[in-house]
């Protein structure tokens, strides 16, 4: 999907397995305890990455901004003044004052919109992986887990969604909403994009059912569901986890790239997405009402993706 | 019933198309060139949405292909007056209601068929039945029998419509049902030009390969890339082209035909980009384009919602007078706009000045009083529904924020995706508060921006609107005698809206163009098209 | 193998049947009247629409119109435009090979410019030109394509001048380098990813070790060995994304007024011409089958480990 980053795509499943699999081995010999290690050696490599630092430092500025918008500034984002249409250029001396980066076409604080607008792109970026993550997490370990028949059938329907053009999809479904506020876009986005994780959870459950533990509860008469998810479930997870962390990332490009289009938030929300495909009018003479929300925006991308790619060494330990 | 809506609309992209007086930059300093009669003009321009028959087009792509290949009976000039082209003459009787049409002799279609009286009665004979569909047929409707060859639902009971009757060779008469003094006007629509008899034959080949009666004939279609016409030297009208054809090519951005015209890729287009407005006069200095053009933009009232039901007028005017037209046409448009003083747009017979008055002036204070003198707004909360696949969001967003910020009303901007959307929700009457709309002239003559918008169940009349007097005084305007008496007329309707206030009048619309440094000068039309006939082509 | 290709195809029927009923039922979904949109503003012709719906089979209930079309399909026969009355079949045997050209560009561009850039930072693990190409493929993910598109456009279409800004011949390959850069730049990224990852992943394995215990050439090494095992992942990736590429370029074909797949979509949409969406959709789906089955054929190249009963 060329155009609008690649959420769906296969995001390195292959590379994810073969963690799946090290993960295993690295479980041999005793769930509970073994989870424990798996985790605990990430998080002590992760304390001593930097990269990890930096985003993890970042993401808890963009969640402090989309929680309290209020705290960053006090300016009003919707209200403009068209005597300062286009006013100026930034000034980037006065830190966090209004004018910081200068107005908008209407005249509008673009600091404050940039602090305004976190919010509905964090929202989307957020919702879009729980939701892809829960039903593609559903879907993908029922599937691996019973094999045969739900396999097949899972399996086909994975395949349906996954055939449809992810942008295209997008526009079909978004088209049918007027009323396009942050559920909508973010159900929209959940309901083509959840095939990635599916893909990915099956694999790493057909590689951990076969590992000896699950074996061995199995032999000692577990049911389904505690085999599910006592032992499966937290083995499995660790690709999972890694590959939603730099979706998120992608999910926020894709809601402004859906603005351009027209398909993105309504005029009542403010959003990075509507704010930087309308400031590609003003790139010839306004450059700077694209530099700031779209550089925020790829910042917070930055981060996450950044974060996925920690999490992703620190538990893959041919990585490390 | 009349016209209906605006005369083109534009099938996709962000592109609208018509008429004003041209008033592009002056010229003539280049001297370099040597013009070139057989040079050929290119036009940004978009795929046609239909086979090339002129009963079958109404949108701007496929109308000015159409413009190049037929000539009609008549036209009108830039003050709104007809001027006669293929007709010799075209006149009514007394009561209006039988118009006598005479062609200049010796006319000749492209494959030298001779353009008679049977070719028009034939040709809008065979568009008005429903078997063949051609899109534009409710255009005959007002002639005596049309409802026997198109009727509401099923085939045609009559192939011919008893309105129309061959006088002789280069005469005809059109019977209507009822008088209309400003018939003529019709006239210049396509529907109305005529066609060669093998196109009735044979629709699909002659759709595809028009043969009209116009100043250039077809070369070929290259479908979505191009349409070439070439001059054809039997063209007996005044307009002989002085370029040896035109190329309209297809382009579905305009900000790709904008890239182009910079670099003289393609030699003029329909209108600028919007993220082009603060620097076409830069880029292009005196081959920039600016010129008036009979459209009104506007923000309607959804009468059947609640919100509007029973509201105060006082209400309605003093949201209208919240609105600081003149700093949003400065800054957002940058200039390009002109505020709109009342509900006729510029550049059409029976045009007056300052019909809507104070109500149209921004006085943030008035404003305020007279919307708490009315009651206020109830909910205290509008919203202006606009088609998001066209520039209009900047706009909007500037009239909510002055709205809000002069009386306290919050508004905010309802984005439909596009405009087959947008028109649904209109149709069905669904507008949750208010609605942009913008009006192109059918023809130059204010009743069409009246009557065919604000009258009591009328087509265009989307927002449920009804005044009583209003349609008492159109029905006057409708009687008259002469289309000045009719125009006059129709002032006094247009004056009487000021105590109804079927919508706030915005801003009267330019045409923003450009032309490459490969042609000598391009200027655009009362109705927003490009005079292309007139356009002298450099040498190479 | 040959079973193998065999099941394949067999179990790509209801994907293919479920896939274009899915978007069929979606296109049906939208609101706005696609006949009825023909007279824009104005009033429509009753008595014509009816004429039309029947013409094109569209007063018929949904399931038959599917049934209808999926019957046409088999023949050969995609239906026709509401607006124009064109044969479908006409508009997409226009806009793919356009579409091809530009896909087949940015594909290569991924190919050649992706997996070099990932082997170089792969191999060259934690130096400064590995720490280069990672954050420029982060950067490249983070920006929205538009961005790109109009920036790039407008830097060397307009101000530089070095191309056209716009393509004024789908078949001249030099107009259609800046708009494939541009569609290829998002999956160049990636791939430069995934070769990067897989090719750490694999330095440390054990047949790399034999190998250089033995004392191969470190050429031989990387190219015969290390390469042929990392591209696995990117094969897949490449692979799926052929399909991707031809019908997701809405918005750079609509940047560089390019008039292929992804704007006959976009019109489709624009129009609610549902037998344009679903008919294009129906070629994109069978293009990505197959590109994914072929493929999976190729890892058994890749990796002798791999074989098909």
């Known amino acids: 999907m060329p155009d609008l980053t690649k959420t769906p795509a296969v995001d390195e499943p292959e590379v994810v397995l073969a963690e799946a699999q090290a993960g295993g081995k690295v479980l041999d010999g005793g769930e509970a305890n073994g989870a424990r290690s798996l985790w605990s050696d990430a998080w002590r490599d992760l304390r001593r990455r930097p990269l990890f630092i930096i985003s993890s430092a970042l993401i808890l500025v963009v969640l402090l901004m989309a929680a309290f918008p209020g705290l960053f500034t006090s300016a009003d984002p919707a209200s403009g003044d068209l005597t300062k249409h286009f006013l100026g250029e930034p000034k ?12 908008d076409r209407q005249g509008r604080s673009i600091y404050a919109r940039t602090v305004f607008g976190v919010r509905n792109s964090v929202m989307v970026g957020v919702g879009v992986t729980l939701l892809v993550t829960l039903f593609g997490g559903l879907v993908g370990m029922l599937a691996g887990y019973f094999g045969g028949f739900w396999d097949s059938l899972l399996s086909r329907i994975t395949d349906v969604f996954f055939g449809i053009p992810f942008l295209l999809g997008a526009m079909v479904v978004l088209n049918a909403f007027t009323n396009r506020n942050v559920w909508v876009i973010t159900g929209a986005l959940a309901f083509l994009g959840w095939t990635q994780i599916a893909r990915v959870m099956r694999g790493a459950v057909i590689t951990t059912k076969h590992a000896d533990y699950v074996m061995a509860a199995k032999a000692l008469g577990a049911g389904t569901k505690r085999i599910l998810f006592r032992h499966v479930l937290p083995n499995a997870v660790a690709p999972v986890i890694v590959v939603a ?7 926020i490009v894709a809601e402004s790239t859906l603005s351009y289009l027209g398909l993105g938030f309504g005029d009542d929300a403010i959003s990075w997405g509507a704010d930087i495909s309308d400031a590609t009018n003003d790139i010839r003479n306004n450059p700077h009402t694209l530099i700031f929300p779209a550089g925020m925006l790829s910042l917070t991308v930055l981060a996450f993706i950044m974060l996925g790619d920690a999490v992703r060494e620190a538990l893959d330990p041919k990585l490390r | 019933m009349r016209g209906a809506k605006s005369a083109k609309w534009v099938a996709i992209a962000g592109v609208v198309a018509l008429t004003a007086t041209a008033c592009g930059g002056g010229d003539d300093d280049k001297g370099s060139g040597k013009v070139d009669p057989k040079g050929i003009v290119s036009y940004a321009n978009g795929e046609p949405q239909n086979l090339l028959q002129p009963s079958n087009t109404m949108e701007a792509y496929g109308s000015v292909v159409i413009d190049a290949l037929f000539t009609g009976l008549v036209h009108y000039d830039k003050q709104g007056n007809i001027t006669y082209e293929n007709a010799e003459s075209v006149t009514p009787d007394k009561t209006n209601k039988v118009w006598t049409v005479k062609l200049k002799p010796g006319w000749k279609f492209h494959d030298n068929t001779p353009v008679n009286a049977k070719s028009y009665v034939d040709a809008w004979n065979w568009a008005a039945d429903p078997a063949n569909g051609q899109q534009n047929s409710a255009w005959y409707r007002d002639i005596v029998g049309y409802d026997d060859v198109h009727p509401e639902k099923g085939k045609a009971k009559k192939k011919a419509m008893s309105g129309l009757k061959v006088v002789d060779e280069n005469t005809f008469t059109i019977t209507l049902k009822n008088g209309i003094p400003y018939y003529q006007y019709k006239l210049v629509y396509k529907p109305f030009f005529p066609l060669p008899a093998a196109a009735l034959k044979d629709p699909k080949k002659y759709g595809e390969a028009p043969v009209g009666n116009g100043p250039y004939k077809f070369a070929k ?9 070439r001059t054809w030297p039997g063209y007996k009208g005044e307009d002989k082209p002085k370029n040896g054809g035109i190329d309209f090519k297809a382009y579905t951005k305009d900000t790709a035909a904008y890239a182009d015209l910079k670099s003289d890729n393609v030699d003029t287009m329909p209108i600028v980009p919007n993220s082009e407005l603060a620097n076409f006069k830069n880029d292009f200095g005196d081959r920039a384009i600016v010129s008036d053009y009979s459209a009104l933009n506007t923000v309607n009232f959804a009468f059947y919602t609640p919100q509007w039901k029973k509201t105060d007028i006082k209400v309605l005017q003093g949201l209208s007078m919240a609105i600081d037209r003149d700093t949003i046409a400065k800054t957002v448009f940058y200039g390009t706009r002109e505020s709109a003083t009342g509900w006729v747009a510029k550049g059409v017979k029976g045009y007056q000045d300052d019909a809507c008055g104070k109500f149209c002036k921004f006085d943030p204070k008035g404003a305020k009083d007279l919307i708490k003198a009315g009651g206020g707004v109830p909910g205290n909360k509008i919203q202006i529904q606009y088609n998001a696949d066209q520039p209009h969001k900047d706009w909007v967003v500037a009239v909510c924020n002055s709205i809000t910020k002069a009386t306290g009303v919050k508004c905010t901007g309802d984005a439909v995706t596009d405009f087959a959307a947008d028109t649904e929700i209109r149709d069905q009457k669904k507008v949750k508060s208010m609605y942009r709309s913008g009006w192109v002239l059918d023809y130059p003559f204010n009743g069409n921006f009246l009557a065919d918008l604000y009258g009591t169940g009328v087509d265009g009349n989307k927002g449920g609107f009804s005044d009583k007097k209003f349609d008492e005084l159109t029905a006057e305007a409708d009687k008259a005698k002469t289309i000045d008496e009719s125009a006059e007329l129709y002032q006094k309707a247009e004056k009487e809206l000021v105590n109804s206030f079927p919508g706030i009048p915005l801003w009267y619309n330019k045409t923003l163009s450009a032309y490459s440094n490969n042609v000598k000068k391009i200027e655009f039309d009362q109705a927003g098209d490009p005079v292309l006939s007139d356009v002298e082509v450099f040498e190479k | ?19 274009t009923l899915l978007i069929f039922l979606m296109v049906n979904a939208l609101p706005g009247d696609p006949v009825k949109a023909l007279w824009g503003d104005k009033p429509p012709d009753p008595a014509q629409v009816a004429q039309i719906k029947h013409d094109r089979g569209l007063d018929l209930p949904l ?6 079309y999926m019957k046409g399909l088999f023949q050969g026969d995609f239906g026709k435009t509401i607006a124009g009355n064109r044969p479908i079949l006409d508009e997409i045997t226009q806009a793919f090979p356009v579409s091809m050209r530009l896909a087949a560009m940015a594909w290569t561009f991924e190919l050649v410019v992706g997996i070099t ?15 280069t190409v990672t954050m420029f493929t982060l950067l490249v993910i983070s920006i929205p394509i538009f961005v790109f598109g109009r920036g790039l456009q407008l830097v060397f279409g307009n101000e530089l001048g070095w191309v056209k800004p716009t393509v004024q011949d789908s078949e001249n390959l030099e107009q259609l380098i800046l708009p494939a850069l541009v569609l290829g730049l998002v999956g160049l990224a990636y791939v430069a990813r995934l070769t990067r990852t897989s090719i750490k992943e694999n330095r440390s394995a054990d047949y790399i070790r034999t190998a250089v215990a033995k004392g191969l050439p470190r050429r031989r090494i990387v190219s015969r060995h290390l390469l042929r095992n990392s591209l696995i992942p ?8 052929i399909g991707a590429l031809m019908g997701g370029a809405v918005i750079t074909e609509g940047i560089f007024n390019v008039t292929g797949v992804g704007n006959l ?6 129009r609610r011409e549902g037998a344009v969406i679903v008919g294009v959709v129906t070629v994109l789906v069978l293009v990505y089958l197959l590109a994914s089955l072929l493929v999976d054929l190729l890892y058994a190249v890749l990796d002798p480990r791999i074989r098909y009963a």
């Not at chain 1, 962390?245 to 999910?251: C, E, H, R």
């Not at chain 3, 399931?63 to 209808?68: D, N």
């Not at chain 3, 850039?117 to 720490?131: H, N, S």
């Not at chain 3, 979509?265 to 624009?270: D, T």
Request: proline share 1%.
């Open chain 3, 234 to 241: 990117v094969v897949t990736y490449l692979g799926t994304d």
């Open chain 3, 1 to 19: 193998m040959g079973r193998y290709v065999a099941r394949r195809l067999l179990q790509m029927i209801p994907v293919f049947i479920g896939t």
């Open chain 1, 245 to 251: 962390t730099i979706a998120l990332g992608t999910y």
């Open chain 2, 221 to 229: 279609w290259d479908r979505k890339k191009l349409i070439s016409v």
């Open chain 3, 63 to 68: 399931w038959e119109q599917y049934l209808h």
């Open chain 3, 265 to 270: 979509l976009f019109q489709g949409i624009a």
């Open chain 1, 92 to 103: 980037l001396a006065h830190f966090f004052q209004e004018d910081w980066f200068g107005y």
């Open chain 3, 117 to 131: 850039l990932g082997v170089i930072a792969g191999i060259r693990r934690g130096r400064i030109i590995d720490t």
